[in-house]
T-cell receptor, first 116, second 111 residues
């Protein structure tokens, strides 16, 4: 089954304790992206990757890091989480970075992060 | 950053009513996408639009790509309980292919 998986689904942590949210896709997609979703603000892109070893900042990259060492995995790293990073996080992937006909972004189920 | 204005923010409707929502921007887009998010899940694509003026249907859903390439609307006819959720528009900028998202329209159906 084609899917994007994220782990963990829920996480409560404390300020400053480094954490990683994993994302994996089994569709051989080139493009992967991380979003955060906050009430009233919709989806805001954190980082994206157009292919292996090619990552770039989205709209709200501060406080986050990513890596793309393999095509299928795109982990999101919070080196020193702060309470303002409490949010719902989504990983997404698509065949390419241009939303062409027949191509779409597939979203993971989300990770709800609370930073105390 | 770039913004999409999506309205309304929320809608309370009766089952069976038609629903209309839209997104506007000052920027020009080459693609418009409409997604639906159910509680506890990630967004799922409903309709994709690729040409100015294009009108596309998916069951009871109809969406249009505005002639000016700066707006799009989504209509849902004869709403049913499973239509509840948050609907997002997303536009891909023609200048740099960046995907910009609206803030969402929350659809609530009154019992």
């Amino acid at each position: 089954e084609a899917q994007v998986t994220q782990n963990p689904r829920y996480l409560i942590t404390v300020t400053g304790k480094k954490l990683t949210v994993t994302c994996s896709q089994n569709m051989n997609h080139e493009y992967m992206s991380w979003y955060r979703q906050d009430p009233g603000l919709g989806l805001r892109q954190i980082y994206y990757s157009m292919n292996v070893e090619a990552t770039d900042k989205g709209d709200v990259p501060e406080g986050y890091k990513v890596s793309r060492k393999e095509k299928r995995n795109f982990p999101l790293i919070l080196e020193s989480p702060s309470p303002n990073q409490t949010s719902l996080y989504f990983c997404a992937s698509s065949l390419s970075w241009v939303a062409g006909a027949g191509d779409t972004q597939y979203f993971g189920p989300g990770t709800r992060l609370t930073v105390l | 950053g770039q913004q999409l204005n999506q309205s309304p923010q929320s809608m309370f409707i009766q089952e069976g009513e038609d629903v209309s929502m839209n997104c506007t921007s000052s920027s020009i887009f080459n693609t418009w996408l409409w997604y639906k998010q159910d509680p506890g899940e990630g967004p799922v694509l409903l309709i994709a639009l690729y040409k100015a003026g294009e009108l596309t249907s998916n069951g009871r859903l109809t969406a249009q790509f505005g002639i000016t390439r700066k707006d799009s609307f989504l209509n849902i006819s004869a709403s049913i309980p499973s239509d509840v959720g948050i609907y997002f528009c997303a536009g891909q900028l023609s200048s740099n292919y960046q995907l910009i998202w609206g803030a969402g329209t929350k659809l609530i159906i009154k019992p």
